[in-house]
């Protein structure tokens, strides 16, 4: 079983950036998708971005438009979220979370058979 870790999340300014790291143990991120996730105060759940085990990736390109990135450095088992001109309805608690399977998938957003989850981060940007 894989266990994740968030960490990174702060106070920026809008149009700051911040990188949140996602820690693994227990596992290697290397077999495994993982995803970001968000939740603001008073909205749902949502994908943010996901890279699979072989290292292709999505985002949410109607949220982020090019603005986050994510990417994996399997020496530190560690999946990071570079978050570039960040707005201010980022806001949210950012989650990651390994998928059962080693695919993001075409669900992924839904965040469909994500299994383990980390306790989140907050990420506050000021207007």
């Known amino acids: 079983q894989l266990d994740v870790a968030e960490s990174g999340g702060g106070l920026v300014q809008s149009g700051g950036s911040l990188r949140l790291s996602c820690s693994a143990s227990?596992?290697?991120?290397?077999?495994?998708?993982i995803g970001w996730f968000r939740r603001a105060p008073g909205k749902e759940r949502e994908g943010v971005s996901c890279?699979?085990?072989?290292?292709?990736?999505?985002h949410n390109e109607e949220s982020v438009k090019g603005r986050f990135t994510i990417s994996r450095d399997s020496a530190k088992n560690t999946v990071y979220l570079q978050m570039d001109s960040l707005k201010p309805e980022d806001t949210a608690v950012y989650s990651c979370?390994?998928?059962?399977?080693?695919?993001?998938?075409?669900?992924?957003?839904?965040?469909?058979?994500?299994?383990?989850w980390g306790p989140g981060t907050q990420v506050t940007v000021s207007s």
């Open positions: 979370a390994a998928r059962s399977l080693p695919q993001c998938g075409m669900y992924w957003k839904a965040a469909k058979d994500f299994i383990n």
């Open positions: 227990g596992g290697s991120v290397e077999y495994f998708a």
């Open positions: 890279i699979s085990y072989d290292g292709d990736v999505a």
